[in-house]
């Protein structure tokens, strides 16, 4: 199963350039619930079936990680985006272009880093971990880079998404428990921030949040203003 592994680890990095350039929220959307599809499918095809069958514990995680990443956080984020009534990031902090070139030359220092570390085991496939590296960079770019809080919200779960590609192509020991309670935790961070962005579209007509940042306590005028403003 190590070709179709080191596939699905391609097909992975190759959304991560995808996110770091598209402007589209839905397309990005898309792009997180397959790469949500594919981390539920890789557990199983990593696995060595010759030898025995797949745990229950390995089919639970990976289906949760398939019906969590692939549908119900998507379809989650589509919501938000439609109510927010927002479709594109129109003025990131960061442009598309330069983006591009970020999480590229993220991607070089990863496979360059993680070749002088040689930590990888022979029975797992040698893009495991610089592309859960590059996985997990590009997130927390999207996080920094872009002025949306859905967008951000998004940062977040690829951030979650290239953990999950550490813990699950590195065959860690407990890994898949320790994923299952981080994906929990994301979850319910963007469950969160779905209300949120719900609530804060409605009442301020966006969800920028460079603009949300200027906010500030508003403080009751006093007695004589008011007086002056009434004369």
């Given amino acids: 199963m190590t070709g179709f592994t080191e596939i699905i680890l391609a097909a992975l990095l190759g959304t991560d350039l ?3 350039c598209a402007s589209r929220l839905f397309h990005c959307i898309k792009i997180v619930a397959f790469q949500g599809v594919m981390l539920g499918l890789l557990p199983l095809i990593m696995w060595d079936w010759q030898a025995s069958p797949p745990h229950g514990q390995m089919i639970f995680v990976a289906a ?6 692939g549908i119900l956080l998507p379809c989650l984020l589509t919501r938000a985006m439609r109510q ?6 129109l003025e990131p902090f960061i442009g598309y272009s330069a983006s591009l070139f970020l999480i590229l030359l993220a991607a070089g220092i990863s496979f360059w880093f993680c070749a002088r570390l040689d930590l990888v085991p022979d029975s797992v496939s040698r893009l495991s971990l610089p592309v859960a ?4 960079l590009t997130g927390l770019f999207i996080i920094i880079a872009r002025k949306k809080a859905i967008t951000q919200a998004i940062g977040f779960l690829i951030f979650e998404n290239g953990i999950t590609i550490f813990g699950t192509g590195m065959m ?3 890994g898949l428990i320790v994923e ?8 319910v961070l ?11 579209s409605r009442e301020f007509q966006h969800i920028d949040s460079n603009r949300l940042n200027q906010l500030g306590d508003w403080t009751m005028p006093e007695k004589e203003e008011i007086e002056e403003v009434e004369q």
């Fill in 190 to 200: 963007v469950f969160v921030m779905g209300i949120a962005l719900f609530q804060i």
């Fill in 133 to 136: 590296f590059t996985t997990m």
């Fill in 84 to 89: 927010a009534n927002v479709r594109r990031e």
């Fill in 18 to 20: 995808f996110l770091a």
């Fill in 64 to 69: 949760v990680n398939l019906l969590i990443k």
């Fill in 180 to 187: 299952l309670g981080i994906l929990l935790d994301v979850f």
């Fill in 172 to 174: 860690l020991e407990y």
